[in-house]
Nanobody, 120 residues
């Protein structure tokens, strides 16, 4: 069994910063990629950033230059540093991991989400 747990969300003023964390635990053999998504009620879930096993990163155009994804492979963790936050960044942020378990299965796993609210 694999679990992803996010933390670090909260309320921040426009222009402020937040750092999200996600830790994957359980029967993990290898993590191929970790992603951050976000979702506003009534909208589809949007991919925000991805980091692969070799460290390659990619960002949504809306966050490029403001958000930075990083990882700690030893801790099976991924982080999202969010700077210059805007009200339109308000959403529930979800951590996603595409990984192989010890049992040999490969699948996507999701965290429970953490709320980020940008408001004055």
């Amino acid at each position: 069994q694999v679990q992803l747990v996010e933390s670090g969300g909260g309320l921040v003023q426009p222009g402020g910063s937040l750092r999200l964390s996600c830790i994957a635990s359980g029967s993990i053999f290898s993590i191929y990629a970790m992603r951050w998504y976000r979702q506003v009620p009534g909208n589809e879930r949007e991919a925000v950033a991805v980091i692969t096993s070799n460290g390659s990163t990619s960002y949504a155009i809306s966050v490029k230059g403001r958000f930075t994804i990083s990882r700690d492979s030893a801790k099976n963790s991924v982080y999202l540093q969010m700077n210059s936050l805007k009200p339109e960044d308000t959403a529930v942020y979800y951590c996603n991991s595409f990984l192989r378990t010890v049992a040999g299965t490969t699948n996507d796993y999701w965290g429970q989400g953490t709320q980020v609210t940008v408001s004055s």
